[in-house]
């Protein structure tokens, strides 16, 4: 399924909400990757649908869009000022939009803004709501069509690729410190042809893996020389990025170290042996909480996350109420049990994975490394 199709899905529900046009909105103040789902634009821009299947684009930098956009119409945006407000009312005009037409804006836009679309001289009816558009995008991305799962194959391939360097470099002890390893993934990402990271590389040394995200990401400490080291990231290819996470181990381990290594991995397969159609991720996710709780520890994140244009999206596997929402084929997710101690330090198992007719299948091969 490509821009084309996805937007058709768009269309159909615009018929039957009744709604004239729907404005989707990636500049600075409000990022919105529906922008590059359904057309293909990287960022910095307007896309506007119509009821009478139209797409109109109003990039910032209209040269790049010449070159990755897929619409019907391309208009600078600096000719609105850079004004969402001026621009969404051009759109209607120029997409032919009813005088009284109702127009949906991001759901992510500010009351007072709101009133502001509201104050204009138009007979628009503007709509702005969480279960609109940006709901249906949502439930769109979570479920991915037969190209991103194309693509998700070769970036996982090229994921396992840099998985399989990384083990040696620090193994070889040619990654010594935190930042060594971080800025070796940014170059040798963008060897492997990727766009980048999908995300700010975590690195933390045995001394910094206590926390669950350590802060700074990364600094010029060591990395895998003692104890346990965590290790958290992505690369991007076409948009879509992949997330992992493998722990390093050195030297002889506590007792409690060792425990800590053997619930991760036993949680994992855990998670991953309930993982199929129609159960709910939060029965998964409650299945790993109750298995720590049974060991007497406890994990303070969520299992996984959904994983496409961006890190986290939909699905949340997370043992709460509003991420009840079942598993279907076509999502792809991380599982990521991981346990935590301030004098122990951290442990991490995550890796991602695609739901397929068949079953649950390991995209990536992320593991702990025991050095």
Known sequence: MGFIERRKKVFEWMHQEGIDLVMFEDCEARRDQAVR????????????????????????DIYMAQRHAKVDMLLEYSMYQLNPIKACIEAARLLEISPTGKIEIPACTSYPDFLKYVDTKSDYDFICRESGAAKLIETMRSIKDDDEIKLYREL?????????????????????TEDDVAIFIEKTC?????????????????????????????TNGSFADKGLSILDFGIVLNGYTSDVTMTFTRGVLSKKQTEQLD??????????SKS????????????VDAFFKKHKVFMPHGLG???????????YLRNREQCDTPLETGMIFTIEPGLYDPVCGGCRLENDILLTENGAEVLTKSKIVML
């Open 263 to 272: 619930l991760v991995k036993e949680a994992f397969d855990i998670a991953f």
């Open 305 to 315: 996350h959904g994983i496409g244009l961006q890190a986290h999206e939909a699905p």
């Open 156 to 176: 996982s391939e090229l994921t396992n690729h840099l998985i399989v360097f990384l083990e040696k470099a620090v193994s070889d002890g040619n990654l010594k």
């Open 190 to 218: 963008r060897r492997l042809g990727c766009e980048g990271t999908g995300f700010t590389t975590l690195a933390a040394g045995s001394d910094r893996s206590f926390g669950i995200h350590a802060f700074p990401p990364y």
């Open 37 to 60: 789902y359904l057309c293909g634009q990287p960022g910095d821009a307007l896309l506007f649908l119509s009821a009478g299947e139209k797409t109109l684009l109003m990039p910032w």
């Open 276 to 287: 199929a159609e129609g159960v709910s991720c939060m029965k998964i996710a409650a299945a």
